[in-house]
C-alpha cells in the first residue's frame, strides 16, 4: 500500500473550526502563549505515563527520564515540541485533536459575542490547548506513537487549522509525541533560541520535567594567544528549573510563577485571584497549593462538570479532578494535593472511604476557609466582591454541606440589604449584627423571587418605618440556605414573612398597649373575614406590620415558606396544600371601607379580592386568576354603578 491509499481525510468537528478562527485573530497579540500550552500539554503526557508505569514500568522502554524538547530549524521554518510521554492511538488522536470533549463548549459558544476583545476573554477562559498552535503556524505536523505500542504504530496527523486534516500511519522510532509548528512567515522570530528560551521560563519554568534545548557546539578555535581552544559539543541543556514547583519553598516562589502554574493546571488563562501554598508535616503529611479562581467556569453548575484537584503521591501524578478533597460548596477551587500518606496504587474507589483522605479534605477546606476569611477582611473589599459575585451562589451551599464550618462559611456570606438600597450582595452578618437596634435580638431577612420582589415586599413595611434593617434574599439558593442558617453568633435569624413578627421589645409600652387595644377592637372584623373566606385561610389576624399595603400573606412558623414551595414545584415535587394565615392592615382606608360593607355577599367578594391581591404580591401568580379578574371586574362594575 502507498502512503496516498493510507492517507485518510478527516473534517473538522464544526466548533474546532469556529475556535480556530475565533483564536487566531483573538489571541494574536498574545501569540506567544502557544509555547506554554504545548509544553503544558507534554508534561500532562509525561505525568499519565509515569502513573501507568507504576503498575507496568515496561511501559517505560528503557527510557524511563521523561523531558520535553524543543528544536528549532531555520531552514525548515519549523519549531517542535517532542516529548517522551503517554503519546497517542489513532481513535486518541482523532478524538483528541479533531474534536472539542469539554464540558461547558455549549454555553462557550453560547456567549461568544463577535466582539473580538469580549471573545478573547472567554476564550482565555475556555483555554484552547493544542489548538493554539494555529495562531503562529500554517500547518501542523503532529507524530505520535502511544507507549506500549509498536514502532509502526505511529500515526501522523496533519493540517492546515482549516476544514480538516490528515491521519496517515507511520513508522516512529520512539514512543511519545513530536508536535511540529510550520510557521508562517510573519513569525519567523520564533526560530530564535534565545526568544523561544524566555519565552519558556516565562511561562514554563514550574514544569516539573526539564524543557531541553539543543545548545550548539563550538568548533576548535584559536585563542588570543594562538592556543588552540578544544571544540565543544552540542548537547541538550533544561532551560527550566524543573522542580515540581509546590514541592519549592514558598519564599522562592515568585507570584508570577505561581499565577504561571496555576494556567497550567486549571486551563484558565486568567490570572488567579488567591492561593495558599502548605506544607504540613506531623500526623499526617501533604503540600497543598490551593487556588481561587478570579472567574466561574462556564460549567459550575453543571452536575456532572469535572471538579477538584490534581493529585500527586510523593510527587507522581495520580490524578486530575480529585473531588474528594473539596466539598461541593468549594468544588471551584484548583489545586494540587502532594500526600506522603497515600499509597501509589491509589484508585478513586479507594478514596472514597480512607482516614486519610477525610483528613486531607479537612485540612484542605479549612485553608480554603482560611484564605478567603483573609480576602474578606481585607481593607479594600474589590477582591472579595469580585470572588463573591463568581462564587456566592455555591458558598451559599455550605452551611447545609458543612456543618462543622458553618459558622465560619456564615461569616464568609454576603447578602443584598435594605441598608443600602442596591441590589449587591455585600452586607456580612457581621456588619448586619453591628447595626442592630438597641432591643433587637434577632436577623431579619426575607426570601423573594428577585431583588426588586423582596424589596418591594409589604412584609417590610414597618420595618422599614422603624429602621431595621432586612436581609433581601432572592437567589434560588437562599430558601435552602436559611433552613440551615438557623443562627448566627447567638442570633435568630428569622424570616419576616413567616409566624408572627414579633417586634414588640423594639416598641415602647405606649405602642405595644395602643396594639392591644386595635386588635381587641379589630376582632369582630377578623372574625368577619375568616367566616367569609371560610378554609382558605388559617386564620386572620391584625397585622402590625403593614403601613402602606392593605393585606399581607404569612406563612405559619413551621409551614412550608412561599419560596420553599415555589423551589419544590419547580423540580416536580409535590407540595403540601399550605393555607396561609392572612393579615389585614387595621388603619387602611380600603380595610376600614371594607369593613362597613353591610352586604354579605358583597363583603365576601371584597375579601376574596384582598386575599388574592396578597396571595398574588406574595407568589407572584394565583391558583386560579379568571376567578380574582371577573371578582374584581364585579366590585369595579359596582363602584362604576356607585359613582
Ligand atoms: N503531547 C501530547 N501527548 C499526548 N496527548 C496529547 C498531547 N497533546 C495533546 N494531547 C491530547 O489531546 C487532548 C487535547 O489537548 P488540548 O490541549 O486541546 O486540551 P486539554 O489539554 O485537554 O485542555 P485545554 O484545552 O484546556 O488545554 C489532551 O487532553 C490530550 O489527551
Redesign the pocket.
Known amino acids: 500500500m502507498t502512503e496516498t491509499v493510507q492517507k485518510q481525510k478527516h473534517g473538522f468537528q464544526a466548533e474546532v473550526k469556529q475556535l480556530l478562527q475565533l483564536m487566531i485573530h483573538s489571541l494574536y497579540s498574545n501569540k506567544e502563549i502557544f509555547l506554554r500550552?504545548l509544553v503544558?500539554?507534554?508534561s500532562?503526557?509525561a505525568d499519565k505515563l509515569r502513573f501507568l508505569a507504576l503498575s507496568d514500568s515496561s511501559l517505560y522502554d528503557n527510557d524511563g527520564e521523561l523531558k520535553v524538547r524543543i528544536s528549532l530549524d531555520e531552514a525548515a521554518k519549523t519549531i517542535t515540541i517532542s516529548?517522551n510521554?503517554?503519546?497517542?492511538t489513532q481513535d486518541?488522536v482523532i478524538s483528541?485533536?479533531g474534536t472539542i470533549a469539554k464540558s461547558g463548549t455549549k454555553e462557550f459558544f453560547g456567549q461568544l459575542s463577535g466582539d473580538q476583545s469580549k471573545d478573547s476573554q472567554l476564550i482565555g477562559q475556555f483555554?484552547?490547548?493544542?489548538?493554539s498552535a494555529f495562531i503562529v503556524a500554517d500547518k501542523v505536523t503532529v507524530k505520535?506513537r502511544k507507549a506500549g505500542a509498536p514502532a509502526d504504530s505511529a500515526v501522523e496527523w496533519e493540517s492546515t487549522g482549516e476544514g480538516d486534516y490528515t491521519i496517515t500511519p507511520i513508522v516512529k522510532a520512539s514512543r511519545g509525541?513530536d508536535?511540529i509548528l510550520h510557521l508562517r512567515d510573519e513569525e519567523t522570530e520564533f526560530l530564535s533560541q534565545w526568544k523561544v528560551e524566555s519565552i519558556v521560563t516565562k511561562y514554563s519554568d514550574h514544569i516539573s520535567i526539564p524543557v531541553e534545548m539543543y545548545q550548539e557546539g563550538t568548533p576548535e578555535r584559536d585563542g588570543e594567544e594562538g592556543e588552540k581552544i578544544p571544540a565543544t559539543e552540542g548537547y541538550w541543556k533544561a532551560v527550566n528549573k524543573a522542580t515540581a514547583l509546590w514541592m519549592r519553598d514558598k519564599s522562592e516562589v515568585s507570584d508570577t510563577e505561581y499565577q504561571e502554574f496555576y494556567k497550567h493546571i486549571s486551563?484558565d488563562w486568567t490570572e488567579p485571584l488567591s492561593w495558599s501554598h502548605n506544607k504540613v508535616e506531623g500526623n499526617t503529611n501533604y503540600t497543598s497549593l490551593l487556588y481561587v479562581p478570579k472567574k466561574a467556569p462556564f460549567d459550575l453548575w453543571n452536575r456532572e462538570a469535572r471538579h477538584g484537584l490534581k493529585l500527586y503521591v510523593q510527587r507522581v501524578f495520580i490524578m486530575d479532578d480529585a473531588e474528594q478533597f473539596m466539598p461541593s460548596y468549594l468544588r471551584f477551587i484548583k489545586g494540587v494535593l502532594d500526600s506522603s500518606d497515600l499509597p501509589l496504587n491509589v484508585s478513586r474507589e479507594i478514596l472514597q472511604d480512607t482516614k486519610v483522605t477525610q483528613s486531607l479534605r479537612k485540612g484542605c477546606t479549612s485553608r480554603v476557609l482560611k484564605m478567603l476569611e483573609k480576602m474578606a477582611k481585607a481593607e479594600d473589599q474589590t477582591e472579595y466582591q469580585t470572588f463573591w459575585t463568581e462564587f456566592g451562589q455555591v458558598m451559599k451551599e455550605g452551611p447545609a454541606e458543612d456543618f462543622a464550618n458553618k459558622d465560619t462559611i456564615a461569616k464568609l456570606l454576603r447578602f443584598a440589604s435594605t441598608h443600602n438600597e442596591t441590589a449587591d450582595q455585600n452586607v456580612s452578618l457581621d456588619a448586619y449584627v453591628s447595626r442592630m437596634k438597641e432591643g433587637q435580638d434577632e436577623i431579619y431577612f426575607i426570601v423573594a423571587d428577585s431583588y426588586e420582589a423582596a424589596k418591594h415586599s409589604p412584609h417590610l413595611e414597618v420595618l422599614r418605618k422603624k429602621g431595621i434593617e432586612v436581609l433581601l434574599l432572592s437567589d434560588r439558593v437562599d430558601e435552602w440556605l436559611m433552613q440551615h442558617l438557623t443562627d448566627f453568633e447567638g442570633k435568630k435569624l428569622r424570616s419576616i414573612a413567616k409566624g408572627n413578627l414579633d417586634i414588640s421589645k423594639l416598641d415602647d409600652e405606649e405602642t405595644k398597649k395602643a396594639q392591644e387595644e386595635t386588635e381587641k377592637q379589630f376582632a369582630a372584623v377578623t372574625e368577619r373575614f375568616k367566616a367569609a373566606l371560610g378554609d382558605q385561610v388559617k386564620a386572620v389576624k391584625t397585622s402590625h406590620r403593614l403601613t402602606d399595603s392593605p393585606a399581607c400573606i404569612v406563612t405559619d412558623e413551621f409551614d412550608m415558606s412561599t419560596q420553599m414551595m415555589k423551589l419544590m414545584e419547580s423540580v416536580g415535587q409535590k407540595v403540601p396544600d399550605v393555607k396561609p394565615i392572612f393579615e389585614l392592615n387595621p388603619d387602611h382606608a380600603l380595610v376600614k371601607h371594607i369593613a362597613d360593607v353591610q352586604d354579605e355577599t358583597q363583603f365576601k367578594q371584597w375579601a376574596e379580592v384582598l386575599l388574592d391581591q396578597a396571595l398574588l404580591a406574595e407568589r407572584g401568580s394565583l391558583k386560579n386568576p379568571a376567578t380574582f379578574v371577573s371578582r374584581l371586574n364585579a366590585l369595579l362594575l359596582d363602584l362604576s354603578k356607585k359613582a
Do not use: K, Q, W
Not at 510521554?85 to 497517542?88: E, L, N, S, T, W
Open positions: 500550552e503544558s500539554n507534554a500532562d503526557a516529548d510521554g503517554i503519546g497517542m486518541e483528541h485533536l483555554g484552547v490547548g493544542f489548538y505520535t509525541t508536535i486551563h
